[in-house]
């Protein structure tokens, strides 16, 4: 059951397309009528995100419930994490090489009593979610709750455990399946619906942006978006380029593969509202739908690779700006620290920030939290690349943990990539084409 055709997928493309141009275009030149067109793009956001949560619900449930070893569940989620953990550490490591090398804060030379702490207060009197609250989270104090609320990794939770639960009731839990089958046929559909409604959100999320900020504020810390950019091109051509030869695969064939969802991430700067069709297409291409299931949503938790490249980004240009030297301990510190406050940076409104002035806080005063406003002129000019980067990582993550698995037919996964069905599908194509 094809929910949006290949014809209509091409067109869908083709607005998309327009929408982002038209949006800028508007922003540019009418500012004020840009910023206007914001409910265009948050509305079609808030509509991918109410349907994410059941999504992933039956995804999960229905997957794990046919499995044959519940063991499989709590290995593939294992090596995820491991993947994830790696990747991440990998991800980190380079941005702090170029942001040393290139130094994109040196010459600013700003002084540090002449921050507005104001601007940066809220962030920085945030509480930070550590180690333990962040686990704690998981687990939602109603199921209820964790669906109104949209808890992705809460919702995954229980979904795992609901799984189990009727893999161990054998045919008394067929029927269950069946339902939670035919419940999910429906909510591809409405996906099917939401995202022709995806150029109408690209051209209003742009529009605000362009209108909003201005490109003119491109221009004054260009040297940081630069670096920022070609640190995010370097993990996706060279790091997971690497994995995906390791694989059997050419990266450029998998780009390619989600270019309908770049275009949407690229509209609307938000990796989740590519997520559902993104979960398609990596079923379409082999992935189960258990191990689909598992791993997209946790990449979506833990393998924040734009996200943990802009972290170490903006801590070395400040520093540098502020004329503060770090050595190659302090960035080793940096990344130990990271490796465990990004973790909670998908889960909090305004997290990104939140972790930088949390990670700032554990190095004893020695780059001051309130430098974290040299960069806020710019990070919505930069929240493109992190989703885009984001999103790809997850996209080559599931298929690496497929073939970890041994679960991961690369003639067909080749043959999908040579020649794609169509563009834009939902998971209902993988299941029932």
């Not at 619900?57 to 090596?79: H, P, Q, Y």
Request: include cysteine; charge should be neutral; charged fraction near 15%.
């Amino acid at each position: 059951m094809a929910v949006v055709t290949a014809k209509a997928s091409k067109s869908l493309y083709i607005q998309v397309i327009l929408g982002v141009l038209i949006g800028a275009a508007l922003g540019h030149f009418w500012p004020s009528l840009g910023v206007q067109m914001q409910p265009f793009g948050d509305g079609f956001i808030k509509l991918v995100r109410m349907i994410i949560a059941p999504i992933i619900f039956v995804t999960v449930v229905v997957g794990i419930a046919k499995l044959s070893d519940a063991r499989e569940v709590g290995r593939i989620g294992l090596k995820a994490i491991i993947y994830f953990e790696v990747l991440t550490t990998a991800a980190m490591a380079i941005s702090l090489v170029v942001g040393h090398v290139i130094r994109p804060g040196a010459g600013l030379n700003v002084d540090p009593a002449t921050l507005d702490k104001s601007a940066v207060a809220r962030y920085a009197n945030a509480p930070h979610q550590g180690v333990a609250d962040f686990l704690l989270n998981i687990i939602p104090n109603t199921v209820v709750d964790a669906f109104a609320r949209g808890e992705i990794l809460q919702v995954l939770l229980f979904a795992v455990l609901f799984g189990l639960g009727l893999s161990r009731m054998g045919k008394n839990g067929k029927q269950v399946v069946h339902f939670l089958d035919q419940a999910g046929g429906a909510l591809f559909e409405v996906i099917g619906l939401i995202m022709r409604l995806a150029p109408l959100g690209a051209f209003g999320a742009m529009a605000f942006t362009i209108g909003r900020y201005g490109i003119g504020a491109l221009a004054q810390l260009g040297l940081l978006m630069l670096c920022f950019y070609l640190t995010c091109a370097l993990f996706i051509f060279v790091v997971l380029g690497l994995v995906a030869r390791v694989i059997g695969l050419n990266i450029l064939k998998i780009l390619r593969y989600v270019k309908e969802e770049f275009l949407i991430v690229l509209g609307t700067s938000s990796s989740e509202a590519a997520m559902p069709t993104l979960m398609g297409k990596l079923e379409r291409l082999g992935c189960g739908q258990s191990l689909v299931g598992l791993t997209v949503p946790l990449g979506y938790a833990f393998n924040l690779d734009g996200s943990s490249i802009y972290f170490t980004m903006a801590i070395a240009f400040i520093a540098q700006a502020l004329n503060i030297p770090l050595s190659w301990g302090d960035y080793i510190l940096i990344l130990a620290v990271l490796l465990l406050t990004s973790k909670g940076a998908a889960t909090v409104t305004g997290g990104g920030f939140i972790t930088l002035a949390a990670t700032l806080a554990t190095m004893n005063g020695k780059v001051p939290v309130a430098g974290m406003v040299l960069v806020l002129g710019v990070d919505r000019f930069m929240s493109e690349a992190r989703a885009i980067t984001n999103l790809f990582g997850n996209t080559v993550a599931t298929l690496f943990v497929a073939w970890w698995e041994g679960a991961l037919d690369l003639d067909h996964v080749r043959r999908e990539l040579d020649h794609p069905a169509s563009g834009i599908e939902t998971p209902a194509t993988a299941v029932e084409a």
